[in-house]
């Protein structure tokens, strides 16, 4: 078993930056894929940014690519997720998901392990 725990939300203007960190704990995290996904209310879990196992492949949403930046840290068995030129549009509910799957899917149902999620607030 596997938990995550994320950090880092928060209430920012648009044009700003945030750091959203997802630690885990109960196994090392250095053989899983990692994904950030989000959520608006009402609406499906969207992905937004997703790393393999030694960081070696990441891959972003159309929307996020060129502003956020997924990283992974074995070491400190923690991945972060920094989100930069932030707009009000990325409003939502941020979560980390794991598995220990080598490939790195962008849909939700191929990450069994999911954290409780951090809000993300981006004022206009």
């Known amino acids: 078993q596997v938990q995550l725990v994320e950090s880092g939300g928060g209430l920012v203007q648009a044009g700003g930056s945030l750091r959203l960190s997802c630690a885990a704990s109960g196994r090392t995290f250095s053989s899983y894929t990692v994904a950030w996904f989000r959520q608006v209310a009402g609406k499906e879990r969207a992905f937004v940014a997703a790393i393999n196992w030694n960081g070696g492949s990441t891959k972003y949403a159309d929307s996020v690519s060129g502003r956020f930046t997924i990283s992974k840290e074995n070491t400190k068995n923690t991945v972060y997720l920094q989100m930069s030129s932030l707009k009000p549009e990325d409003t939502a509910v941020y979560y980390c998901?794991?598995?220990?799957?080598?490939?790195?899917?962008?849909?939700?149902?191929?990450?069994?392990?999911w954290g409780q999620g951090t809000q993300v607030t981006v004022s206009s």
């Open positions: 998901a794991a598995d220990q799957n080598p490939v790195v899917y962008t849909f939700p149902t191929a990450y069994v392990y």
